[in-house]
Nanobody
Framework: QVQVVESGGGLVQTGGSLRLSCTTS????????MGWFRQAPGKEREFVAA????????NYAEVVKGRFTISRDNVGKMVYLQMNNLSPEDTAVYYC??????????????????WGQGTQVTVSS
């Protein structure tokens, strides 16, 4: 069982920035592609961004393109989500997820093996 832990959420004003971090207990972090998803109150969980095992394949949801950046540090066993120009519509619980040995199709939540507990991001107007 791999544990996934997110951090970095908080309260920020419209137009502000936050950086979310995620780490896992996997011995071989580099074997896992990583994704970020979010769920706002009353809405379904939605894809935000994903990065393949070596960082060569990166995908973003249309609504965050140009504002969010996903990156990873395989040596430090970390994945990051830099979020800029935040708006109230970005308010949600953000989840980090990991998938072993798969570099494509990472937009679907169904492919992921392990999930974190989530971190709350609140953007005030």
């Amino acid at each position: 069982q791999v544990q996934v832990v997110e951090s970095g959420g908080g309260l920020v004003q419209t137009g502000g920035s936050l950086r979310l971090s995620c780490t896992t207990s996997a011995r071989t972090f580099g074997d896992y592609s990583m994704g970020w998803f979010r769920q706002a109150p009353g809405k379904e969980r939605e894809f935000v961004a994903a990065i393949s095992r070596n960082g060569g394949n990166i995908n973003y949801a249309e609504v965050v393109k140009g504002r969010f950046t996903i990156s990873r540090d395989n040596v430090g066993k970390m994945v990051y989500l830099q979020m800029n120009n935040l708006s109230p519509e970005d308010t949600a619980v953000y989840y980090c997820a990991s998938k072993k040995w798969l570099d494509y199709g990472l937009e679907s939540s169904r492919v992921y093996d392990y999930w974190g507990q989530g971190t709350q991001v609140t953007v005030s107007s």
